[in-house]
């Protein structure tokens, strides 16, 4: 047995399941298995050496065997579970394969953190020897970068060849003799990078940060590299081959690396692979040296154009490319070559000829040909992709006809076919149908494709539905780009002339007993309830109050009854615009009009639309109005409760109440204030946050300004008598049993007494009048808030004593 590394011996102890043990007993003593144990607990699982037995005497023991019913059919690969013992003994399974392989060879991933920490040191000693050079010791910062490289090397050595081939390590090292100071200092980078990949190679997944390493070494070497390409071994150009031009999710610049990677190799006298070569031109030609591609391309047609490892990926390549530069004859002559050989290829290779003839008014229909043909060729294995493909060619140039005839197969499965018809079927000549094609295209992004599919229908007097192309408005405005944006309001308010066209039409009619009127739109369908909310919410979000004004007067005369959603995004706009007070009043004409149901969004902006919300100061002999309209719109509030029923019950956003608890206070109105809170509470089972409590007891609607002032001592007075109160709490409820004196409060318990201690805060305001007044106060005030029907909040406004 060869010797093992230290790391191997990770204890003594035997941990292998004895369904594992078994088997390994039924093996040859040939076979080795690797075991993450000591080389002494190998030996003792041995197999014992018997003697062997004639055939006659196995085929007698197999037969008694079977008999007895214990003879079980041998698996063809057994399964070992494997373990690691870390520090303090404990024992962790190995999950699978790779991890295993990790284990062996960086236990610990020390490899990882020991290359990263030499990297900091190569670092830290390239800009050290610059600043000694800068000083005038340049013989002293070389001495420095020579004994660096020479230390390195040997801790380099040390890392990793723990486990690995050092013959195969050292071959591939760029030697840096003759070299010094930043030259030799890169080099030694890069030899560092290619030891480390030559390492991960076979035995690790390699990640964005090897690959992008080795190449920010060798991009950083180059220039020394090309001085002495000769130098560079073989196997160094086989590695940086490998790395660089496998083909990895992450690796968005793979064709770049390729195209500077083979010059170079072919600088230095490598030559390329057939398959290399292929790749070359192909990253010429993608690194925007198309010209120079397709030469290199035609030079080699002779070797890789007939050799039958390569023929299909040159040929294949060059119809991609005479595709991309519009070279129609060459890149049909490629693809008959490739048809007439004798090799099988996927027939998809001929997609890229199918976009280039739907992108020329004169080949359209050859390129519709070859989708026939190709759909032939694939039959049942034609995806929804591969329709998908063939409808966005003829879509996006603007061949929307073709497009649909693609569109038809993939619905109808073949048994329309539109191109021999003279006429459009119903079955397909309909805004639904049509309208599944839109859901699609919109679906998957293609917003440019659907809009032609809307002309379209536009042109077959086929009028699109307000849904559908609401789809589309909505999807451009999503984007939030200049042009979609445009785009979608030029059709919105195109559908929204219709709709108002309609409706001057309908009254001219009711006017105009026997006369026939004809529509005057382009073909668009009328704007809707949606069409309108969309491009309300669009203006509203990006602060152009200008365009909502012209909005909502088209939509009145649109005679559209408004719901709340549209309705709030006029009310956030004026709001914006600085219009604070012509909200109440548009409110209450939109419910006496249309009975308009507001929503909380409704009552979140007419909140905010009072006064005390709007303007920095009310002055004192205004209180008693805002007061009365305060109370006001809490009664009117009061009147739609019903908005905040839920299936879990009635609840309020947090924002809205504490709205509305502060809109009371700013106007001092103490009994307000404490119905509105208790009404929220009992209600619409509000309970506030601590933030909110330390606000109310602050009076102020911005904790950070106190920290600000230097007055933060006041939060944390307030907090603190929050917390003592909610200690007190626990203590009388574990007393009387009511929680666990080791569970403590539960989060909804603690919320409820959080609440009860906003409660009794606000009650201790009325502690200096009499029981008679403050109930009273307190009648008068539920009555002009609208809560005269809860009696029982109103009787509760008496004196308390203070918490």
């Known amino acids: 047995m060869p010797p093992r590394p230290p790391f191997f011996e990770?204890?003594?102890?035997?941990?292998?399941?004895?369904?594992?043990?078994?088997?390994?007993?039924?093996?040859?003593?040939?076979?080795?298995?690797?075991?993450?144990?000591?080389?002494?607990?190998?030996?003792?699982?041995?197999?014992?050496?018997?003697?062997?037995?004639?055939?006659?005497?196995?085929?007698?023991?197999?037969?008694?065997?079977?008999?007895?019913?214990?003879?079980?059919?041998?698996p063809d690969k057994l399964s070992v579970n494997y373990f690691e013992q870390g520090e303090g003994g404990a024992l962790r399974r190995i999950q699978d394969q790779d991890e295993f392989s990790k284990?062996?060879?960086?236990?610990?991933?020390?490899?990882?953190?020991?290359?990263?920490?030499?990297?900091?040191?190569?670092?830290?000693?390239?800009?050290?020897?610059?600043?000694?050079?800068?000083?005038?010791?340049?013989e002293e910062a070389d001495k420095l970068r020579r004994q660096f490289a020479l230390d390195s090397g040997r801790i380099v050595d040390d890392v990793l060849e723990e486990g690995d081939d050092p013959s195969i390590l050292s071959s591939l090292a760029i030697p840096i003799f003759g070299l010094n100071g930043n030259r030799q200092n890169r080099i030694h980078r890069l030899n560092n990078w290619l030891r480390r990949c030559c390492r991960i190679r076979q035995k690790y997944t390699t990640l964005p940060k090897d690959v992008e390493g080795l190449w920010k070494a060798y991009s950083g070497a180059r220039t020394t590299m090309s001085e002495r390409w000769h130098t560079v071994p073989a196997p160094t150009w086989e590695m940086l081959w490998h790395v660089l031009s496998t083909e990895y999710t992450f690796s968005t610049n793979r064709m770049s690396y390729i195209h500077v990677l083979a010059k170079d190799m072919q600088k230095s006298g490598v030559t390329l692979l057939p398959k290399q070569?292929?790749?070359?031109?192909?990253?010429?030609?993608?690194?925007?040296?198309?010209?120079?591609?397709?030469?290199?391309?035609?030079?080699?047609?002779?070797?890789?154009?007939?050799?039958?490892?390569?023929?299909?990926?040159?040929?294949?390549?060059g119809l991609q490319m005479y595709c991309r530069v519009g070279d129609f004859e060459r890149a049909q002559r490629v693809a008959n070559t490739i048809l007439e050989s004798p090799y099988e290829t996927d027939p998809r290779f001929v997609q890229p000829l199918i976009k280039l003839c739907a992108e020329t008014p004169a080949t359209v229909e050859a390129g519709f040909?070859?989708?026939?043909?190709?759909?032939?060729?694939?039959?049942?294995?034609?995806?929804?992709?591969?329709?998908?493909?063939?409808?966005?060619?003829?879509?996006?140039?603007?061949?929307?006809?073709?497009?649909?005839?693609?569109?038809?197969?993939?619905?109808?499965?073949?048994?329309?076919?539109?191109?021999?018809?003279?006429?459009?079927?119903?079955?397909?000549?309909?805004?639904?149908?049509?309208?599944?094609?839109?859901?699609?295209?919109?679906?998957?992004?293609?917003?440019?494709?659907?809009?032609?599919?809307?002309?379209?229908?536009?042109?077959?007097?086929?009028?699109?539905?307000?849904?559908?192309?609401?789809g589309l408005i909505g999807a451009w405005l999503r984007t939030g780009a200049a042009d979609d944006v445009q785009k979608a309001e030029d059709i919105a308010w195109e559908?929204?002339?219709?709709?108002?066209?309609?409706?001057?039409?309908?009254?001219?009619?009711?006017?105009l007993d026997g006369m026939s009127l004809h529509t005057?739109?382009?073909?668009?369908?009328?704007?809707?309830?949606?069409?309108?909310?969309?491009?309300?919410?669009?203006?509203k979000e990006r602060n152009l109050t200008a365009k909502m004004g012209p909005l909502w007067r088209s939509f009145q005369e649109a005679e559209i009854a408004p719901d709340s959603f549209i309705f709030n995004q006029l009310l956030f706009s004026l709001l914006q615009d600085g219009k604070g007070e012509t909200l109440l009043p548009l409110y209450q004409e939109m419910v006496r009009r249309f009975k308009l149901k507001p929503d909380s969004h409704t009552f979140m902006a007419?909140?905010?639309?009072?006064?005390?919300?709007?303007?920095?100061?009310?002055?004192?002999?205004?209180?008693?109005?805002?007061?009365?309209?305060?109370?006001?719109?809490?009664?009117?509030?009061?009147?739609?409760?019903?908005?905040?029923?839920?299936?879990?019950?009635?609840?309020?956003?947090n924002f809205l109440a504490r709205n509305i608890l502060h809109s009371f206070r700013k106007i001092r109105d103490r009994a307000g204030l404490l119905l509105a809170y208790r009404a929220l509470r009992r209600v619409v089972n509000y309970n506030p946050s601590d933030m909110v409590v330390c606000e109310m007891l602050l009076g102020t609607l911005d904790l950070d300004k106190l920290t600000k002032r230097r007055e933060g001592y006041k939060l944390i007075r307030a907090r603190a008598s929050l917390d003592d109160y909610l200690v007190y709490r626990q203590q009388e409820l574990a007393e009387s049993g009511e929680i666990n004196k080791d569970e403590g409060m539960s989060l909804e318990?603690?919320?409820?007494?959080?609440?009860?201690?906003?409660?009794?805060?606000?009650e201790a305001a009325f502690s200096d009048m009499k029981e008679e007044h403050a109930r009273q106060l307190a009648i008068e005030t539920a009555i002009e808030m609208g809560l005269q029907t809860h009696a029982a909040i109103a009787q509760q406004a008496k004196s308390c004593p203070d918490p």
């Open 369 to 470: 040909k070859l989708y026939r043909d190709l759909r032939v060729r694939l039959g049942d294995s034609m995806t929804i992709q591969d329709y998908d493909k063939m409808i966005s060619y003829f879509l996006a140039s603007g061949n929307t006809e073709f497009a649909l005839f693609i569109f038809v197969d993939m619905m109808k499965s073949g048994s329309i076919d539109l191109a021999t018809v003279e006429r459009y079927p119903p079955s397909i000549a309909n805004p639904f149908f049509f309208g599944k094609w839109l859901k699609r295209l919109i679906g998957t992004g293609d917003r440019e494709g659907a809009l032609n599919v809307l002309h379209f229908m536009k042109s077959q007097n086929i009028t699109p539905q307000a849904i559908q192309v609401n």
């Open 606 to 653: 007419l909140w905010q639309a009072l006064p005390v919300n709007r303007l920095t100061k009310i002055l004192p002999q205004d209180l008693g109005a805002e007061t009365s309209r305060t109370r006001a719109l809490f009664a009117e509030m009061r009147k739609h409760i019903s908005i905040f029923k839920t299936n879990d019950g009635m609840k309020m956003d």
């Open 749 to 762: 318990l603690r919320a409820e007494e959080t609440g009860n201690f906003l409660e009794l805060h606000l």
């Open 103 to 138: 284990a062996l060879i960086d236990p610990g991933g020390e490899l990882d953190s020991r290359l990263k920490e030499f990297e900091d040191q190569l670092q830290g000693m390239t800009s050290m020897a610059k600043v000694i050079e800068d000083m005038g010791g340049k």
């Open 10 to 74: 990770l204890g003594t102890r035997s941990f292998i399941c004895n369904s594992c043990l078994s088997a390994l007993r039924k093996r040859s003593p040939a076979t080795a298995w690797l075991i993450r144990q000591s080389s002494q607990a190998t030996h003792a699982f041995a197999p014992n050496r018997t003697k062997p037995r004639s055939p006659e005497q196995e085929a007698e023991r197999l037969k008694a065997l079977k008999s007895l019913g214990l003879l079980q059919d041998a």
């Open 520 to 539: 005057a739109d382009r073909g668009w369908p009328r704007a809707n309830l949606e069409t309108f909310s969309l491009l309300a919410e669009n203006y």
């Open 277 to 317: 070569q292929i790749l070359t031109i192909e990253a010429m030609f993608l690194d925007g040296w198309e010209s120079e591609a397709i030469e290199n391309h035609r030079r080699h047609v002779s070797t890789l154009g007939t050799d039958p490892e390569t023929f299909l990926a040159y040929w294949q390549l």
């Open 495 to 511: 559908m929204i002339n219709t709709r108002i066209q309609f409706v001057e039409r309908r009254k001219r009619k009711l006017s």
